[in-house]
């Protein structure tokens, strides 16, 4: 069973940058569709963004788009998002979620059986 376990978040100010990351154990990462799905405060859960599992393709949510990027290495079990030009309404805790699904739908539906314990972002001055 994938086991996912993320860190890099932290406090930031408006404008900067944090790197989150996600080690994978316990299953075949290259296998899977990775995510990160995002809980905002008094919000839903949002798909930020999501790579195939060959890492040919990838989706970002609008919010995001332009700022955030979504890398992943298989042979080191590892996905990373680089986080730039960082809002507060980026605020949140950040899930990295594991599926079989395709990035598109992952990311939309914001849903996996696979999820780590959470990565607390925030932003503000």
């Known amino acids: 069973q994938l086991q996912l376990v993320e860190s890099g978040g932290g406090l930031v100010q408006p404008g900067g940058s944090l790197r989150l990351s996600c080690a994978a154990s316990g299953g075949t990462l290259d296998e899977h569709t990775i995510g990160w799905i995002r809980r905002a405060p008094r919000k839903e859960h949002e798909g930020i963004s999501c790579i195939s599992a060959s890492g040919n393709n990838a989706y970002y949510a609008d919010s995001v788009k332009g700022r955030f990027s979504i890398s992943r290495d298989n042979a080191r079990n590892t996905v990373s998002l680089q986080m730039n030009s960082l809002k507060p309404e980026d605020t949140g805790v950040y899930y990295c979620?594991?599926?079989?699904?395709?990035?598109?739908?992952?990311?939309?539906?914001?849903?996996?059986?696979?999820w780590g314990q959470g990565t607390q972002v925030t932003v503000s001055s």
């Open positions: 979620v594991g599926d079989l699904s395709s990035a598109q739908a992952m990311c939309s539906m914001a849903v996996g059986p696979y």
